[in-house]
């Protein structure tokens, strides 16, 4: 079955375009709804706006990390019409300065995921991208990215099923295969290596599904790190103890 990406995105003159493209009409219909809400309702607090960016193609992707604009080599959810990037206009003219956290809240309200807090502001994000929005849970992302997932008009990324969410981005596909979108499978790859290791790359996760990858790296870093090996010490020495207290209070 096809979807936006397939129908019209895959079939757009546009669609190897190294140029920016701000047109409202390579987004995928309800996030195009969605960012018009933002833009308006923003209008409406005084605030003036400029859709800045909507589609992007490998080329200009491409482009962009030549340039040390970007540190992503593969393009993201902006080539699936899923994402938008709104700036302030002032004098007609773009602008990414001053507070958008205003942006963060109309998104959220909107049901659009905000690039400054990436759905999940109760976690610490080390990349965040204030003028960005898109229709995507970050975890979904390399199911989007393979081809094999794109929303349907219902979706809502705050309410998606974070189980599924988790075997999205733990179950790898061969190597060099192709995906339903036609897009090269390394692309997808790539993003899954970024998802799964905590980088700043990957910031974007929700609480349930981050918080294994952070016990990781809290354990890698007790074993790699000797300043931090006195706690290791502290929990060997604290745990029997604790066990005997355990033991204990089941025997009585
Ligand atoms: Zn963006």
């Not at 140029?19 to 709804?33: G, M, N, S």
């Not at 969410?165 to 733990?170: F, G, H, K, M, Y």
Request: net charge positive.
């Amino acid at each position: 079955m096809g979807n936006f990406y397939t129908d019209v995105i895959q079939k757009e003159p546009r669609f190897q375009s190294a140029a920016r493209v701000a047109d409202l009409a390579l987004l995928e219909p309800i996030t195009r709804q969605l960012v018009q809400q933002i833009v308006d309702s923003a209008q409406k607090m005084g605030i003036s706006l400029m859709v800045f960016e909507t589609y992007r193609s490998q080329a200009r992707q491409q482009e962009l990390f030549n340039n040390g604009a970007t540190k992503l080599r593969a393009v993201g959810v902006h080539h699936y019409g899923l994402a938008c990037d709104i700036v302030r206009s002032v004098g007609g003219e773009p602008s990414w300065k001053g507070d958008f956290s205003f942006l963060g809240q109309l998104a959220h309200s909107s049901g659009l995921i905000w690039g400054g807090d990436w759905g999940d502001p109760s976690i610490h994000h080390s990349f965040v991208d204030p003028v960005h929005v898109q229709r995507c849970t970050i975890a979904r992302q390399p199911a989007l990215f393979a081809g094999t997932w794109y929303p349907d008009d219902s979706y809502n990324p705050y309410t998606d099923d974070p189980h599924l969410l988790l075997a999205a981005t733990v179950s790898p596909k061969p190597a060099g295969s192709k995906s339903a979108g036609g897009q090269p499978r390394s692309q997808g790859r790539s993003h899954n290596k970024l998802l799964s290791e905590c980088s700043a790359a990957r910031p974007m996760f929700s609480l349930r599904i981050a918080t294994p990858c952070r016990v990781r790296c809290f354990l890698r870093s007790i074993v790699s790190c000797k300043d931090a090996q006195p706690w290791l010490d502290k929990i060997v020495i604290l745990k029997f103890p604790l066990l005997a207290v355990l033991f204990s209070s089941v025997l009585l």
